[in-house]
Each structure stands twice: as C-alpha cells, then as structure tokens.
C-alpha cells in the first residue's frame, strides 16, 4: 500500500502527517519573520546609499533565510540542530540560551504550535485533496505577515505580492473560486481599502492605514474571490475595534499609538476560509 493510499484512507495519518510538517514549517516561519524585515532594511539602506552616491553601508556579511546559521542575538551562540527542534528544544531548555541562558521570546513556541495546530485544522476541514494542499502555503503566509505586522506595523510585498499572484494563479482552475471572482477580488480588496485610506487622509490629515494592508486585502480577494471581501472587512473590523478599546482600557495605551490591521485582516480571511459560504448563505437566509 502507498503513502498516498494511506493518507487518503487514514484522516488521522492524514492529519497528524500535516500537523507535523506545520510544525517545521512554523519553525521556519520564525526565520522569516525574524530575517525578512532585517533584509529589508538593509536593502533600503543600500539604495539610500546608492542614491547619495556614498558606499554601501552595509558591512555584515551575507544575510538571508538561510545564511548565517541561527544563533542568540545575545551572546552568538550558533544554535545546533538538537536546540532546533520546534517547541521541544524550548522545554528542553527552559526557554532559555543554554550558554547565555537568557530568555527565548515565547513568540517561537507559539507560532511553532500555532502553524502546526492551524495546519492540522485545514488537513480536517478540507481532508485529503487539492484544497487544502492549497490552503496551507495561503495560511502559512497569513500566520508570517500577522507577525511580521505585529512586531513591525509593516506588510512587505515580498510576501503580498507573490500571495496575489499565486492566488490568481489557483484559481484558474476554480480552486476556492473562480478566475473572474478572484481577479475581481483583487481588485476590489485593494480599492476597498485604498478609498478608506484617502477618505480618512482627506478627512483628518492624518494616515489611518499602510499601502500594505491594501495588497493584503487585494491577495485575499484573489484566494477567495470578491464575495468574501465582505465578510473579512467586517470580522476583521469588528475585532480590531475590539481590541483597539480592550488595549486603550486595560493596557492603558496612548489613543495616537497606532495598532496594526493586518493581523486582523489576517483573522478575517481565515474565518472566510473555513466558514465564509456558511456566514454568507446564513446572513442571505436571514435577509430574505
């Protein structure tokens, strides 16, 4: 019997053999979200630089996903492969460096366990098949650019641009949708977002959002189509009020310090993935 015949008779193999690469792959998830913006900034620096016509200022050595080899940002330590392993090299360790021992930022555990969990719910809602052999790289890069966002209030097109056009390209054969729903979709994410941003710049002089919230938008709307677009302007709304209140009452935080959207559009886009044609034919029940 082969691996592919055990897979598709086996929900469980199924499941527990997707939540397992989640898990890797949340690992690497971590590379990303921790390298790609530093890359970035480098780069920009470089083209600063260039455009001064001064050298370039950046004298580190090669940089990127897969160069140097992991290490503490404390104390250099190079990580070795046993101090690699998702969450169990954590537990392991304590949560600390075992040279330096100082603390590793909880955030690598979970977002290990947060993609590996996430991964397994897409191998059973979708089971085995093409759909959620798609879904998962579209939620791999959500959960990247919810960090990223987090941690920098940026999106970068490095991962937007690629998910809008990889987006249009599943959908040529009627993936989640079909091409004309999801080229429509891209458009219309954007522009939706896009209008608010100048109707709230016009309006106050002040910026309310990023240019890479609308290239988000827009690559959620290739994957999905532009019949969800509501749905994911609402619930991600909808909680970043929320939270944005909960933060101002509880955390006591400064009503001028901006919060960043994308996660929220983030979780928006995933409720319409698993749940969206539900919400949607329910609210169309409900209106008729």
Known sequence: MSLITILQESDVFFISCVTLIGLMIGSFLNVVIYRLPEMLRRDWLNQCAELQGN???DSHPTFNLIVPRSSCPYCGHRITALENIPIVSYLFL???????????????????????????????????????????PFVWALVALAVIDLNTQFLPDDITLPLLWLGLLVNLNDGFTDLQSAVIGAMAGYLALWSVYWCFKLSTGKEGMGYGDFKLLAAIGAWLGWSMLPLVILCSSLVGAVSGIMLILLAKLKKNIPIPFGPYLVGGALIALFWGHQLNQAYLGYMQ
């Open 55 to 57: 050298e370039c200022v």
């Open 94 to 136: 304590r949560g600390r460096c075992s040279q330096c021992h100082q603390s590793i930022p909880l955030r690598y555990p979970i977002v290990e366990a947060f993609t590996a969990l996430l991964s397994g719910f897409v191998a059973w809602h979708f089971g085995f098949g093409l759909h959620a052999l798609i879904a998962l």
